[in-house]
């Protein structure tokens, strides 16, 4: 049997009638830049995640980036960001000319925990990136006590936690501002790029709407030096779609993580599991061993795709080998780099694919 890693199209093949119809009225009307398709998207989204209000961007990028502009984060600024995550939670400090300042993460969750935040702190902090790795909340209430009492703000990298929640609270809103990706891979990704910013704070949303459309709210005035970071209207349509299904998918991915808990039994290996303040909407399932490649390679050899998310922290990057920290110095992100393994838990995956992924798992040869 073969279980692909991801497979969009299963997805894709069911919403393909309501996505064209959605595309034809866009198209139809014109409304491909902004436009009414995406302010509905974003009153959508913005009551799907408990946020006041949500801004359409063209990406999860675009959207981080706008927020440290609003921030006014500059050169001569440090940011914190978790070593372990993607590439782009760092881009927030290297848009706009700050220093990331790589901090280490929690062995269980992935994330950042108000400790590592603590020991990579700086006279220079600007703003502290909280990521909610592959769907799980980091444990925001001592983050967001440390950040009060040194006075910085913290940004929700939410790209992979969508509908995830703290406590209750749904992540995003607990900071100073939440982003979000819908690139398509996504727990709710696009047919293209896609992004939003979710923020409680009115002030801050005016300005990251400024920045959006080249710094002008009148036309052919421009009060700040602002991006074409504008969502398009087919992306919104597509998006609202798929938005109406996402507490499904997410049940899905929870009882899929869930049969993969009861069912891998293989020693040394260690799974990731709910934390005390509330399930992750696993958009990644990634288990640490010892032995990765060859267990990757046993699962390649019958059948099961997977992926190495991430193989390398960001400090050991090749782009950020003069920012630092050097090699050896984030114990825990490193050892996530060297023993993660993603398994599929994309929601359509039958019950017999996924017990072929755990059987494959089990009978790994120790
Ligand atoms: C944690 C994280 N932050 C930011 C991004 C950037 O999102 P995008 O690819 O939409 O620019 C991604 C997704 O790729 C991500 O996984």
Redo the contacts with the bound molecule.
């Keep these: 049997m073969k279980v692909p890693f991801l497979d969009l199209s299963r997805a894709h093949r069911g919403l393909r009638d309501e996505i064209l119809a959605s595309f034809a009225a866009t198209y139809d009307a014109g409304r491909f830049c902004l436009g009414a398709d995406v302010t509905a998207f974003e009153q959508d989204f913005a009551q799907a995640v408990g946020a006041p209000e949500a801004i359409g961007v063209g ?6 980036h706008l927020v440290a502009r609003a921030l006014d984060i500059g050169p001569g600024d440090d940011v914190v960001v978790p070593a372990f ?2 590439i ?2 760092a881009w927030t400090a290297s848009f706009v000319g700050a220093r990331p300042v790589f901090c280490d993460v929690d062995s269980r969750t992935y994330n950042a925990t108000a400790e590592t935040i603590a020991a990579a702190l700086t006279s220079k902090t600007k703003a502290i990136v909280v ?1 909610h ?1 592959f769907g799980q909340a980091a444990d925001m209430d001592p983050i967001l006590t440390l950040a009060q009492q040194h006075g910085i703000p913290v940004i929700e ?1 939410c ?2 936690a969508h509908l995830t929640t703290y406590h209750g609270r749904p992540v995003g809103t607990m900071g100073v501002a939440g ?1 979000f ?3 398509p891979t ?1 727990n709710l990704g696009g047919v293209g ?3 939003a910013v979710v923020s409680t704070d009115a002030r801050l949303m005016d300005r990251v709407r400024l920045l959006r459309v080249h710094g002008s709210n009148v036309r052919y005035q421009h009060d700040a030096v602002g991006y074409n970071y504008r969502m398009e209207g087919l992306q919104a349509g597509a998006l609202r779609v798929k938005l109406s299904h996402l507490d499904r998918w997410t049940a899905l991915r929870r009882s899929h993580a869930e049969r993969y808990r009861e069912g891998i039994t293989l020693s040394d290996t260690i799974l990731p599991q709910p934390a005390p303040w509330g399930d992750s909407v696993y958009h990644q399932f990634t288990l640490l061993h010892p032995r990765r490649d060859a267990l990757r390679q046993h699962l390649s050899d019958h059948g099961v795709g997977t992926d190495l998310i991430y193989p390398r922290a960001l400090h050991q990057q090749p782009c950020f080998q003069d920012v630092g920290p050097a090699d050896g110095t984030l114990p825990v992100a490193e050892e996530l780099a060297r023993t993660c393994l993603s398994v599929p838990i994309f929601p359509e995956l039958s019950e017999a694919e996924l017990d072929h992924v755990i059987a494959t798992i089990n009978h790994f040869p120790g």
């Design positions: 990406n999860g990028t675009a959207a981080l995550t993607f782009a939670s990521v790795l990298d790209a992979q982003t990706s819908f690139y996504k790029e896609g992004g």
